[in-house]
């Protein structure tokens, strides 16, 4: 069996001060703009030291908690998706020369070893599902992988879970499981460690740390027993992706139509979305060209854009393939779903559309939901457009 | 190691009007080198940029046995296209590619083919066309059903003209609505597939145009008892990064930029039955 480590509470400053000997800049988690955000970080006192959050369907807010823990929260807005996959960086530059040839030149990223502190099991599992997509083995993204090889991760298991997170239903969480260097887990009065890495080794090695005692594991496991049980949040049984396809035309999502704003927050939270849009940006003299991608959304009308038509014109359309993607196709896609049940889509959508809501009710089998709607209740196969958008080309209604 | 992203220098050696909103480029890589290395199959597609404007993906129209050129068919439809229009022989431009998955041309070999588009997205099945009539004895008959929406939209009549020339080829022109001067049918493509004669067991089907027309002629082919497995599809998506990367051209669970733009009709019939997907 691993040897789990006891670090003291008023020696947690020298976790932090041994990764930044180890040449690590140290990014971890503080209050900033009433939420926890991942930032640089050199002292203990940044932490959000006695700090809870309260969080349900488009609701977040931080709280005084009663205790002296630094990570006594479930999750912020955003964990380390940014760190990873840049909310907005150029890929290569164009310089068109005196005789009009043009020359192409790679951005490289500058990444430096960073170390996370606070890092999650959900966010854990979203790095792996980013993995997959972005270091496949046809072509491996060079700008997401040298900021990958440099992060060191210190993960936390949750002792406490918010109303809005799922992860145990996902079954990536509330306990850390494996793609870190170094674990923590928080008692009140200091840290049960384990190192998974070499690199997590040495840095644990040189802390002054005592072997975690019996009684120490044992709150480690009451804890971490706590957040799995205040989860009440369930999915659907049986196969999601099979119960998606089958209600492809469920009449429920024409009620997203009068709810979601297609603002495109819950894919800007949500730490497996991968969407980009790739952007160009010429210089004032015209002479050279940066060519970038940031975070793109399914629910921006562009996205799906092609010979002046909008493929997925109408508001339920966006969503559907949205909650489709992350629990259906991408199932086929990535062999898991795209969900790590960490509850950011559900608090950070501005009216409160909770997947979990919407995915049982589209389990309810269409007939049965049909016969309770009107009569002319609009499928989402209809012709109609909204006047903002171009129409489609006239094509015929069959179907295969 | 490079990013897959960035493009390579190319150099338009021949620029010609089609029409006047379609042209036709042909390039060539400037570095010799990457010009002997490009290796294409019929139905892929490059990345062709301009500086400042972006990317387009538009499909390869040249013979991939042709290794000094590259051809690209394109309609002036937006800023990028519009502006490589512009260009003239001599001229620089981006080209990354070849990408995706093309025409099964081998797998059709030996049978009979039913060449199916619409509108004037047809430039992936013209390259088709010419690349088989270029191979005449490895097919069986081919027909070749061309629909447009307004007979205003119908482009290189002079090719199907050329085409009815050819032994075992049949060329059938329609519209949706014709005008006086249409001499050809007035009605949806489906209305030849009782007419013409093809070995429903034995034939390849291949589809590029509206997703509207492509569902109606699956339903017709289906009705004939055509497997679902040789009816092909060429999609086509929003596209930035055309390696499975940007996530824009996803229908269902395929990147169209990785998986396609070449699907048989079982693979996608479960997305293709909706609109919006
Ligand atoms: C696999 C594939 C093969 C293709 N082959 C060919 C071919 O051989 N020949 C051919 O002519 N075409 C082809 N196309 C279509 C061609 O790629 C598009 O017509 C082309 O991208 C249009 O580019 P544009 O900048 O001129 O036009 P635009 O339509 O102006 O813009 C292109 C991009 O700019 C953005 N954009 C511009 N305007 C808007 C707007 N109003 N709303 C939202 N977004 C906007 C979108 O992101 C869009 O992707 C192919 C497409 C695919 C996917
Ligand atoms: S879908 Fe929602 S709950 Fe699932 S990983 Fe994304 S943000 Fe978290
Ligand atoms: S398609 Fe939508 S849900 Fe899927 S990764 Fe892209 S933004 Fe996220
Ligand atoms: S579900 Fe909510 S967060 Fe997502 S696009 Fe709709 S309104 Fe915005
Ligand atoms: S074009 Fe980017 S994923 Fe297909």
Redesign the pocket.
Same mark, same amino acid.
């Given at each position: 069996m691993k040897v789990r480590h006891f670090l003291a509470r008023d020696r947690f400053q020298t976790l932090l001060d041994r990764l930044v000997e180890a040449g690590y800049e140290v990014i971890g988690p503080r209050v900033r703009d009433h939420a926890i955000l991942f930032e640089p970080l050199s002292r203990v006192e940044q932490l959000p030291e006695g700090i809870t959050d309260a969080q349900a369907p488009g609701h977040y807010r931080l709280e005084r908690s009663d205790s002296g823990r630094f990570f006594d929260w479930a999750t912020g807005p955003q964990a380390i998706k940014p760190l990873t996959f840049a909310p907005r960086e150029t890929l290569w530059r164009s310089e068109r020369q005196p005789d009009g040839r043009l020359v192409f030149r790679e951005q490289p990223p500058e990444a430096q070893p960073t170390a996370v502190i606070g890092v999650r099991a959900?966010d854990l599992a979203?790095l792996s599902i980013h993995d997959r997509h972005f270091l496949n083995d046809a072509h491996p993204d060079p700008h997401y992988r040298e900021r990958r090889r440099n992060l060191f991760l210190v993960a936390v298991n949750c002792m406490r879970s918010a109303t809005?997170c799922?992860c145990t239903a996902?079954g990536d969480g509330p306990r850390v499981q494996h793609g870190f260097d170094l674990a923590l887990s928080e008692l009140d009065d200091g840290f049960v460690m384990e190192a998974h890495t070499l690199e997590g080794q040495a840095i644990l090695d040189a802390l002054e740390t005592t072997s975690a005692t019996h009684d120490q594991l044992e709150q480690v496991e009451a804890g971490i027993e706590r957040a799995t049980h205040q989860q009440t949040r369930r999915l659907p049984e049986g196969s999601l992706p099979d119960m998606l396809q089958a209600a492809v035309d469920h009449p429920h999502w024409q009620s997203l139509n009068d709810r979601c704003l297609t603002c495109g927050n819950?894919t800007a939270? +949500?730490?497996? *979305?991968f969407c980009q849009t790739h952007v160009d940006q010429l210089s004032l003299d015209g002479k050279t060209s940066e060519h970038g991608r940031q975070w793109g959304s399914c629910f921006d009308p562009d996205h799906s854009y092609i010979h002046g038509t909008v493929i997925r014109a109408e508001r339920p359309q966006r969503y559907r393939q949205w909650l489709t993607h992350?629990?259906g196709t991408w199932v086929e896609q990535y062999g898991r779903s795209?969900?790590?049940? +960490?509850?950011? *889509?559900?608090a950070w959508c501005p009216v409160g559309i909770d997947?979990i809501e919407e995915l049982a009710a589209l389990s309810i089998a269409p007939e049965a939901a049909l016969s309770k709607a009107p009569d002319d209740a609009p499928a989402l196969a209809t012709n109609a457009a909204p006047a903002t958008t171009p129409a489609r080309p006239t094509d015929g209604e069959d179907t295969p | 190691m490079t990013s897959a992203l960035v493009p390579f220098e190319a150099e338009v050696v021949g620029c010609k009007d089609e029409t006047p909103d379609m042209f036709s480029l042909q390039l060539r890589f400037t570095d010799p080198e990457v010009q002997a290395a490009y290796r294409f199959s019929m139905g892929q597609f490059n990345m062709l940029y301009l500086p400042g404007m972006g990317e387009v993906p538009i499909s390869i129209v040249s013979d991939p046995d042709e290794r000094e050129m590259i051809d690209h068919t394109i309609r002036k439809v937006g800023s990028v296209t519009r502006n490589l229009g512009e260009l003239r022989v001599g001229d620089r431009l981006g080209l990354r590619g070849p990408y995706g998955r093309g025409w099964p041309t081998e797998e059709a070999e030996g049978t009979d083919l039913v060449i199916v588009t619409g509108g004037l997205g047809c430039a992936p099945s013209v390259s088709l066309i010419e690349y088989v009539l270029h191979r005449r004895g490895r097919y069986g008959r081919m027909h070749i059903i061309q629909g447009v929406k307004h007979s205003n939209d119908l482009i290189w009549r002079e090719r199907y003209d050329a085409w009815r020339q050819h032994p075992d080829v049949e060329v059938y022109l329609t519209a949706d609505t014709g005008d006086t001067l249409w001499p050809w049918h007035v009605g949806p493509v489906t209305q030849f597939f009782d007419r013409i004669d093809f070995d429903p067991a034995r034939c390849s089907v291949f589809i590029c145009g509206p997703e509207g027309m492509m569902r109606a002629v699956i339903k017709a082919m289906r009705q004939r008892q055509v497997p679902e497995e040789r009816i092909w599809l060429s999609m086509e998506r929003n596209m930035h990064c055309a390696i499975g990367s940007c996530g824009r051209c996803q229908l269902g669970p395929k990147f169209v930029c990785r998986d396609g733009p070449v699907f048989t009709c079982r693979e996608l019939a479960p997305y293709l039955t909706h609109r919006g997907v």
């Open positions: 959900c979203a809005t799922f996902t819950c939270v +949500c730490p497996t *979305c992350k629990f795209g969900c790590v049940g +960490c509850g950011r *889509c559900i997947v | -």
